[in-house]
């Protein structure tokens, strides 16, 4: 069973551009989460998908962001005319529908030059 | 919300038993007690989670004195490969809630 798939894992974009960060979440998982990691900080919640649905993106900036979970295919996460701030690793997590645990990807590295 | 306080760094020497203690006053009823682990470069991985008293599995073994303010992780003889950051949480079973890191305590296993 292949865990949580997230691409690419390394992403350099100048500022302005956009950047699209994908996340396959395990088999038979519903429910995906995107957090985002600044250096030497810990993870911090951006938003809560279940299939075409936005539970929750209270942790999302409110401009520039935008996230999907489509019926088929991955979880995108969209960034929009990036600015250096927003260089970061973002990491995807899935979760069974009535289970606890979250499964983490490996993160996607996001550098804005 | 309730927090979460660990201290931000440890040494170990390999073959060491290393406890981590995480300090939360407010923890909810149905909150259980959860720790992470995640390596560099790497995202977070659960180690073990737990209630009260005592819970074990092959990795670790999770202690929670009865008022539940207060929870340690044990990790048994450390080698150099337990390098890595240990995130305390809380988690509610059948909860979608997502999960809110603190900084962590960066664990350093020396030879």
Same mark, same amino acid.
């Given at each position: 069973n292949a865990g949580v798939m997230q691409n690419p894992r390394h992403l350099v974009r100048r500022r302005g551009q956009e950047a699209r960060l994908r996340c396959s979440p395990m088999k038979g998982h519903s429910h995906v989460y995107w957090y985002r990691q600044l250096p030497e900080e810990g993870l911090k919640f951006m938003v809560y998908l279940q299939k075409e649905n *936005? *539970? @929750? $993106?209270?942790?999302?900036?409110? $401009? &520039?962001f935008s996230a999907e979970f489509p019926k088929e295919g991955p979880s995108i996460l969209r960034i929009q005319?990036?600015? &250096?701030? @927003?260089s970061a690793a973002y990491f995807c997590a899935s979760k069974g529908q009535g289970t606890y645990e979250q499964y983490f990807g490996p993160g996607t590295r996001l550098t804005v030059t | 919300l309730a927090k979460t306080t660990q201290p931000i760094s440890m040494d170990s020497y390999e073959g060491q038993e290393v406890n981590i203690t995480c300090s939360h =006053? =407010?923890?909810?009823?149905n909150d259980y007690i959860t720790w992470y682990q995640q390596f560099p470069s790497q995202g977070p991985r659960f180690i073990i989670q737990g209630y009260k008293t005592k819970v074990t599995n092959e990795v670790a073994s999770l202690f929670i004195p009865a008022d539940r303010k207060s929870s340690t992780l044990s990790l048994p003889r450390?080698?150099?490969?337990?390098t890595a950051v240990y995130y305390c949480l809380f988690l509610s079973p059948g909860s979608a809630r997502q999960l809110t890191f603190g900084s962590g305590t960066q664990l350093t296993v020396l030879p």
């Open positions: *936005i *539970i @929750d $993106e209270s942790g999302m900036p409110k $401009e &520039r005319q990036v600015v &250096r701030g @927003d | =006053n =407010n923890i909810a009823t450390v080698s150099l490969s337990d």
